[in-house]
Structure formats: C-alpha cells, structure tokens
C-alpha cells in the first residue's frame, strides 16, 4: 500500500485548511486510516482515525469539534478537514494505513505511513 498525502501549509491562527491523504495498492476496503502529527522536538501523536468500512471516527481530545477526518466512498481516501487552527496545531502531519480493526490511536498498530506534510499556523 503506497500513501500520498497533501494539502499542507502556512496558515494564520483561526484559519481551516484540509489535508487529503490517497492510498493505492492492495488496499482492499478493511481497516482503518488515521492521521497523526509530529511537532519540532516532540513524538509523533494520534489526531483521527476513520474505519474504511463503516465511517466510524475518532478523535484527540485535542482537536474534537475544530478536525473532522472523512472518507471518500471507495474507502481509499481520507481527509482531514482541521478549522479554527491554532498555532500549537503546527506540525508536520502523517497519513496511516492499517490493516486490522482496533487500537486506532496507537501509532505502532498502523502498518503503512505516507511521506508527511508539514502544517504551519502562525499567531
């Protein structure tokens, strides 16, 4: 499975941007897709995840009722819709793939990462 993610970028603080994140390969329509983040200096931390089969969501404490991640309908695309950003919303963003149903804010059960895009909210 190969990830693409875009949509990163340079934004004031209050400001909505939408990251989109295509997978491809042997995808089949099981598991689930997250995204998580990685600030300078920090570890790598869960946003949102999505269950390609059914649409359930999950979110981060931290970005519930600002983040919205959604799929496309056939299951291989997922977005992140992120509103009323902050500047501790800065960093570089990472798209996930797994395979099995479960444990979706666990970076380490997710099987496939794409290369990252970097989100910048200034204040």
């Known amino acids: 499975v190969q990830l693409q993610a875009c949509g990163g970028g340079l934004v004031q603080a209050g400001d909505s941007l939408r990251l989109s994140c295509a997978a491809s390969g042997r995808t089949f329509s099981s598991g689930g897709m997250g995204w998580f983040r990685q600030a300078p200096g920090k570890e790598r931390e869960f946003v949102a995840a999505?269950?390609?089969?059914?649409?359930?969501?999950i979110y981060a404490d931290s970005v519930k009722g600002r983040f919205t991640i959604s799929r496309s309908n056939d299951k291989n695309t997922v977005s992140l819709q992120m509103n009323s950003l902050k500047p501790e919303d800065t960093a570089v963003y990472y798209c996930?793939?797994?395979?099995?149903?479960?444990?979706?804010?666990?970076?380490?059960?997710?099987?496939?990462w794409g290369q990252g895009t970097l989100v910048t909210v200034s204040s």
């Open positions: 996930g793939f797994k395979r099995a149903y479960g444990d979706y804010a666990s970076i380490g059960t997710y099987d496939y």
């Open positions: 999505i269950i390609r089969s059914s649409g359930y969501t």
